[in-house]
């Protein structure tokens, strides 16, 4: 079984997919026509999705049997049978793209994921998405992202205070920003300021921020903000991550590094699903 949110994403996805009816599969299968299939791993990455895949084809037919011979988080590779289903053929048929849509993705989510936490073993660092997710798809995004071993950011706006530039700008000051989000927010919640040069950053520090954001710094200037921030506060290092030397990162001594191409620039997992009618 799948939970609300859930089964209202599979039947939005499933009604843009199949429409008014798959007219293919009603053409050409006879209604009582059975099969069977295995899902194949067409190359080397971190699995995710495979329960949300299950939800798909339950959703469509709840007579289907779906028979998971892997779990999100393993890391298949190439050849792999990931799972096996077996039913009315047509339903398998109706399933199959938005079922394989939703599981590539996110697989394909914690495959980078996977890699740039391989990349800076050895540092006491944590990597971390953002909110620049798939709309609609963000709960199973950030799921992809920790099935990778990647921590999760804020989930959504009312998470946390997170001042940037554009907020700045809009209140005045970085100390007008944390003064007034100080003023009107509980005490449980924590305030990152954005800082993209050294005055910023010693501003955010003399107003209390609990986080530093270091936007598109150098690792020189990284690793001196490091320095100045010392204890006072968590450091996080962003801004084009993806296309950075996470190790070279890592080093500066930040305490997450946050990726937005994880979830918004992803490529998905080569998987495909071939049966034969029985």
Known sequence: MFDLKLQKLIETALDEDVGTGDITTLSTIPADREATGRFIAKQDGVLCGIDVCRAVFDFVDPTVKFNALMKDGDRAEKGDVIAEVSGNARSLLTAER?????MQRMSGIATATAKAVDSVKGYDVK????RKTTPGL????????KCGGGSNHRFNL???VLIKDN??????SITAAVSAARNNIPHTLKIEVEVENFDELREALECGADIIMLDNMSISDMTEAVRLVGSRAIT???????ERNLAEVAATGVDLISIGALTHSVTGMDISLKFKLS
């Open 236 to 242: 996080e290092a962003s801004g084009n991550m993806g």
């Open 167 to 172: 907020h700045i700008a809009a209140a005045g």
């Open 138 to 145: 963000r709960t199973l995004e950030k799921y992809a992202v």
């Open 158 to 160: 009312a998470d946390g």
């Open 98 to 102: 938005t079922g394989l849509n939703l």
């Open 127 to 130: 990597i971390c998405d953002t």
